[in-house]
């Protein structure tokens, strides 16, 4: 194990800051909250805490929107509040990974403040400005992720300037000679202070079409989404970023073990292109991991994810590490897309696949989505297309972390109004209420996340898929030299099956089970799987 990296043999977890823990009685969770929170966290043996933003930022689009790259909002906090934390998460063998997003910052930067009042001043062309097209609307047809044109019209220099999320939202020039190293001494503040890496908001998107052409017509979109009515053939996965991310990668590499972890959603044989190139020492001079979210977006069955991941694997260059994520705080949580029972099943797969694994808050124990009610929709996609908010809104799935069955589930004082309302089912799905029920969701993550620290097959090792002669049930290896291996079998239906793996192994021992219950040796010539059943075997006869 000791030529893996943290970030190879270790699990992140994605702790979103507004809604972990509020310490101060703002309805808000901060630093010192998640710092409170430590305990808890390295009980569920994780090795990294990836933190959205927590950097100052008029909070449209909730911290993605960064007025001071160098600083903490007074919101979550003060930099005294995030030395502490930084320390505390060190001396508990802890990796710290923060949130950067290069590609645009808020319009309350000074450097966007500057460029905006007037169209001489030295920062104009930092960010995107075009005169109005002929008919005096947007410069071109592209498109805003939330809703309507990429281009907001400033009337104090007459012009537009690109937007692809929020108005608030300005993009860099990554064109410009000067926006990138400025950008690098940002990452090198962060990484002089000990910060063990960054994700790195929407990689792919950081360099546009210079010419600022039209995007094409989608012919498959499905008339949902508007965004989804173009091919973004301009504006997104241009050649010229992968320049941009070597740069980045440098100064990753000024310092020692540090890593960086790209926001890319882009199909397998574009994806594996922000590895980079591999360099004599069998490093690679891009992203150290780029997002592989394969499986927050597709179909769940055991065919299907299978496929995936083999084809996932076949497509990795050689020396590349792979990566899976069930959710983050974008997308819908995975116990509200495929179930509670499926949510365990998956937890089992991501934990015991070849690759590392990042779980989202809450996911360890099946927090769902909460629907939100109208007076606090908040999320700036679902403000901006109601009538697709059930869709693209992200608030049901960023609300506070349940902690325990009091009011307010133990996020923020009981008189308080948190920022988003709660579950309601949080009474009974909460950490204090798992902790006591050995067979419950947490207690079935801890197990698995326990095996695969002290196993280094399962951290490490080999992945091969294993035929079965079972409709929807996936079975894989995973195996390293002088270890032992596991066999894992996880089954995505409602039917039960039986199962010849004799191929294998005539007899094996259940390592961990979804239900938490299930023991002892099995017979894998005749091997019953229940419903929704997922297994790791070990030891094989
Ligand atoms: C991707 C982030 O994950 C999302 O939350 C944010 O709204 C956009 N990038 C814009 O920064």
Known sequence: MERFSWWQKGIIYQVYPRSYQDSNGDGIGDLAGIHQRLDYIQSLNVDAIWLSPIYPSPMHDFGYDVADYCDINPIFGSMDDFDALQEDIHARGLKLILDLVPNHSSNEHPWFVESRSSRDNPKRDWYIWRDPGLDGGPPNNWLSFFGGPAWTYDEHTGQY?????VTQQPELNYRHPDVLPAMLDNMRFWLGKGVDGFRVDVIWLMLKDELLRNEPPNPGWGGVKPFESLQHIHTQNLSGVHDLIKQMRAVLDEYNDRMMVGEIYLPNQDLVKYYGARRADGSFDECHLPFNFQLLQMEWDAQTVQDAVDAYEAVLPEGAWPNWVLGNHDKHRVATRIGQAQARVANMLILTLR???????????GMENVSIPLEFVQDPPAVNQPEIAHIVGRDPIRTPMQWNNSSNAGFTEESIVPWLPLAADYQDRNVEQQEKEPTSMLGLYRALTGLRRSEPALAVGDYVSVGTNAANVFAYQRSAAGVDSFLIVLNFGE??????????????????ATDMQRSGVVDLSNLVLGPNEGLVLIRYK
């Open 161 to 165: 300037y690109l937007h692809q999320f």
């Open 355 to 365: 690759g590392t694994p990042t779980t989202y808050y809450g996911e360890e124990i």
């Open 495 to 512: 039917q039960s099956h039986t199962l010849d793996l004799s191929q294998i192994a005539s007899q094996a021992t259940i390592a961990v």
